[in-house]
């Protein structure tokens, strides 16, 4: 039978298998992650005599907000600086676990597309 593939079955599952594994190595290094995402923002107090009024350099803040879905809704949290950069960390992680399982499940598709077709 002739071979149609540029690479052997083998030799393409071979290199699924290499990256799939890079990606659970990847997976391995996750740190504490959660979802939503961390927004700063500068506010005007009202007072019109206040220099935040006119000048936007001069609002009060920054302050920081975790914002999240939670069974439909969005929720809110007033963050401390602190807080805020721990929670910016996971929700970074949060993006890079997304990120690997969404690598991975293409990967997947296709080296269970490959083991079909070759079993
Ligand atoms: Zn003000």
Known sequence: MPQHDAVSPDAALARYERQYHELKAALATLGYFCKGTVLSRTLRCGRATC????????????????????????????LSVQEAKV?????????????????????????????????
Do not use: I
């Open 87 to 119: 929670y910016q960390e996971g929700s970074a992680q949060y993006r890079k676990l997304k990120s690997l399982l969404r690598r991975m499940e293409n990967l997947s598709r296709r080296a269970l597309a490959r083991k079909a077709r070759t079993r």
């Open 51 to 78: 220099p935040c009024s006119h000048d936007r350099d001069r609002r009060h803040g920054p302050y920081f907000e975790w914002t999240y879905k939670s069974a439909g809704k969005t929720v809110h949290h007033r």
